[in-house]
């Protein structure tokens, strides 16, 4: 049991590592980007980086199909095609119908329950997909923090020295008096380890069906 968890984990490792590098080049690139202030439309320094088509979040959906691809090449691929995208579709279900709910409390609430209803609701989304295609969650979820915790690391430094980049941006409410440790506590550590990774689950699961189903259509076209 315990050498076919340790070959498991060995290739999670194998497939991620290639899609793990680019999002760390890409995110090196921009954050060097942004403290050089090149072009604001590629390197914004914006809350939430302004839209950037330069960015990791993209590709999400994109490393979703890939890993879907190379699992379903191997043998591991969901029990029922038409089960994982459901399932995946449930996460996208919940994202919306919660951020519909939640646009309706924000009056009523605070600053910082708002951002925990947020992570909270990432998360639960992500969670949601897992019955569809436990394969494709797992290599997602390793997938999600080998890109997230360098941004992470990023943006402790980005608030402890000053930089000036979107990973160091606070929203126009943040409350008065938050210091650089609460800055990336409330701004930075939490919404990358949640809520950016609920999102990717919840979008690479998506594509990651969607591919399943594709797959599985072509296969029965060709019988």
């Keep these: 049991m315990g050498q076919l968890d340790t070959s498991a984990r060995q290739s999670i490792r ?5 899609p793990a590098i680019l999002s ?7 954050l060097v980007g942004e403290l050089a202030h090149w072009s604001q439309r590629y390197f914004n320094t914006q809350v939430g980086g302004g839209g950037s088509p330069l ?4 590709l999400a959906p994109i490393f979703g199909a890939y890993f879907a691809v190379r699992l379903v090449r191997v043998g591991s691929g969901p029990r029922s095609p038409w089960r994982a995208l459901g399932f ?6 919940v994202v919306i119908g ?10 009523l609430s605070g600053f910082y329950a708002r951002l925990v209803y947020i992570w909270a609701l990432l998360a639960v989304a992500g969670v949601a997909t897992l019955p569809g295609w436990p ?9 999600a923090y080998a890109a997230r915790i360098p941004v992470v690391i990023i943006m402790l430094l ?4 000053g930089w000036v980049t979107h990973y160091s941006a606070a929203p126009p409410d943040t409350p008065a008096g ?3 440790w609460s800055n990336f506590l409330w701004l930075g550590f939490f919404a990358q380890s949640v809520f950016w990774v609920g999102f990717t689950m919840v979008t690479g699961m998506l594509s990651g069906g969607v591919v399943a189903v594709v797959t599985r259509l072509c296969r029965r076209a060709e019988n």
Excluded: D, M
């Excluded at 194998?14 to 290639?18: G, M, N, V």
């Excluded at 760390?24 to 921009?30: N, V």
């Excluded at 995946?88 to 279900?93: H, I, K, M, R, T």
């Design 14 to 18: 194998t497939l991620i590592l290639a």
């Design 24 to 30: 760390l080049a890409i995110t090196l690139f921009r």
């Design 55 to 58: 960015g990791i979040t993209w």
């Design 88 to 93: 995946a579709l449930l996460g996208v279900v």
């Design 98 to 107: 919660g951020s519909a709910l939640g646009q309706g409390l924000h009056s």
């Design 135 to 143: 394969e494709l969650f797992k290599v997602q979820l390793a997938y």
């Design 158 to 161: 980005a608030f402890q020295l």
């Design 178 to 180: 938050f210091g650089p």
